[in-house]
């Protein structure tokens, strides 16, 4: 059974739009989650990430929310540039950082149209 | 220092024989993470060590492949009688880990891709 779940496979959004990516998970231990870019024939590339006992984070055009009850995070890049396409992956640990195992989801792959 | 480095960049294998991969994780970093990724999938974790200690192995982790890392600075993942349902890119990562320091994140490698015939 799949924690983490990517359900959209593509996005597509004009340049200079939001992009929104979405992400649940169904582990309630989960408490610290991430985001990570990844280009073909590349390792994934972390973006951004957000712990449990907050419900925002900003970086740059990333924002990363998180819906605890909802258990439902979202990641908002704007301006959304052409360099961002990508494969995004939603990635959840339960040791309050990124230094135990991840969970992945299936990823989303962003097409942003110039 | 340049990140996580993994070798080789590309493995072709006949069904049956043994391969090794390699991982040089970020010189400062303590844990050093093995994860599997397959066509339309995200990372799956497979094992993971703090300096030569293995910490967890996951159920995906037949006992075909082992993964050892010695004087906890490189670590080497073995596949014994690989089968083509290994084929797969075998992604390394890397993290400072500080026992619950919040904030930290893995740093991946570019991965090595297998193809088993």
């Known amino acids: 059974d799949q924690q983490v779940k990517q359900n959209s496979p593509s996005l597509s959004v004009q340049e200079g739009r939001i992009s929104i990516l979405n992400c649940d998970y169904t582990?309630?231990?989960?408490?610290?989650f991430l985001w990570y870019k990844k280009y073909p024939a590349e390792g994934p590339t972390f973006l951004i990430s957000?712990?449990?006992?907050?419900d925002k984070n900003e970086d740059g055009r990333f924002t990363v929310f998180l819906n605890k009850s909802a258990k439902h995070l979202s990641l908002h890049i704007v301006p959304s540039q052409p360099g961002d396409s990508a494969v995004y992956f939603c990635?959840?640990?339960?040791?309050?950082?990124?230094?135990?195992?991840?969970?992945f989801g299936k990823g989303t792959r962003l097409s942003v149209i110039a | 220092d340049t990140g996580v480095s993994q070798d080789p960049r590309h493995k072709i294998t006949k069904r049956g024989q043994n391969v090794t991969f390699r991982c040089d994780p970020i010189?400062?970093?303590?844990?050093l993470y093995w994860y599997r990724q397959t066509l339309g999938q995200g990372p799956e974790f497979l094992t993971y060590?703090?300096?030569?200690?293995?910490?967890?192995k996951s159920r995906l982790l037949s006992d075909r492949f082992s993964a050892e890392r010695p004087k906890g600075s490189f670590s080497t993942l073995e596949i014994q009688r690989t089968e083509q349902g290994d084929s797969a890119m075998y992604l390394c990562?890397?993290?400072?880990?500080?026992?619950?320091?919040?904030?930290?994140?893995?740093?991946f490698g570019p991965g090595t891709r297998l193809l088993v015939l």
């Open positions: 010189s400062e970093h303590n844990r």
């Open positions: 582990n309630s231990m989960f408490d610290y």
């Open positions: 060590f703090q300096n030569e200690a293995q910490l967890e």
């Open positions: 990635a959840a640990s339960s040791g309050n950082s990124g230094n135990t195992p991840l969970v």
């Open positions: 957000i712990s449990s006992i907050k």
């Open positions: 990562a890397s993290s400072l880990g500080q026992g619950g320091y919040m904030g930290e994140t893995q740093y």
